[in-house]
């Protein structure tokens, strides 16, 4: 995790990486983005510029992905509850100070 406190504080920003297929993954190109604050400061972190030459990963992930019925209440009630759960824990993590701070 990182600290919202360091970023822009050294030369090296924070990279977020593409997700694909479940795995993180880097890209040939990033964009940095500027402290919103204070344009002298250091970036605050980079982000991936997936070129056409990289999507082909992502085409092949979405191709994996059910038609239909993967959040439809009826079809997996399972999934339903789990959304539920994820929601409470969050809500949950929210009553953190330090979590509280961050968002």
Do not use: C
């Amino acid at each position: 995790t990182m600290d919202p406190k360091a970023l822009s504080t050294t030369a090296e920003p924070y990279a977020v990486p593409n997700i694909v297929d479940g795995k993180l993954t880097s890209t040939s190109k990033t964009i940095e983005i500027i402290h919103p604050l204070d344009r002298d400061a250091y970036p605050i972190f980079t982000v991936p510029d997936t070129q056409t030459g990289e999507i082909q990963p992502f085409l092949d992930s979405l191709r994996k992905v059910t038609k239909s019925g993967m959040h439809n209440p009826l079809k997996n009630p399972e999934r339903y509850l789990d959304y539920g759960e994820i929601s409470r824990k969050a809500g949950d993590a929210l009553m953190q100070p330090d979590i509280a701070e961050f968002f």
